[in-house]
């Protein structure tokens, strides 16, 4: 299990896509964050897809996020979030 932490530079991310959406969104927005969650915090390496520099990107229904794993500290930590353009 990690200890998952989103930084404030990815809440404010979040705050913004949060305001620029509607209802219906925010409600996808909000489910697809309690599962992206939950999977981060149970076993982050089989979130997304890796990049450089131990940097991950993750998919959760319209946001994607950019997280670091440190395998050592047992962190997670959600740096960046925004709208998918799909």
């Known amino acids: 299990m990690f200890t998952l932490v989103w930084t ?5 991310d979040l705050a913004d896509v949060w305001v ?3 209802v219906p969104t925010r409600d996808r ?7 992206l969650n939950a999977e981060l915090q149970d076993n982050p390496y089989l979130v997304g897809e890796s ?3 131990n940097r ?4 959760a229904g319209p946001l994607v996020v950019m997280f670091r794993i440190d395998e050592v500290a047992g962190v997670v930590r959600v ?3 925004w709208m998918s353009r799909r």
């Not at 404030?8 to 404010?12: F, G, N, P, S, V």
């Not at 927005?29 to 599962?35: F, K, L, Y």
């Open 8 to 12: 404030e530079h990815a809440l404010d």
């Open 20 to 22: 620029s959406v509607d």
């Open 79 to 81: 740096n960046h979030t």
């Open 29 to 35: 927005i909000e489910a697809a964050i309690r599962r």
């Open 51 to 53: 990049r450089v520099d």
């Open 56 to 59: 991950r990107i993750g998919f």
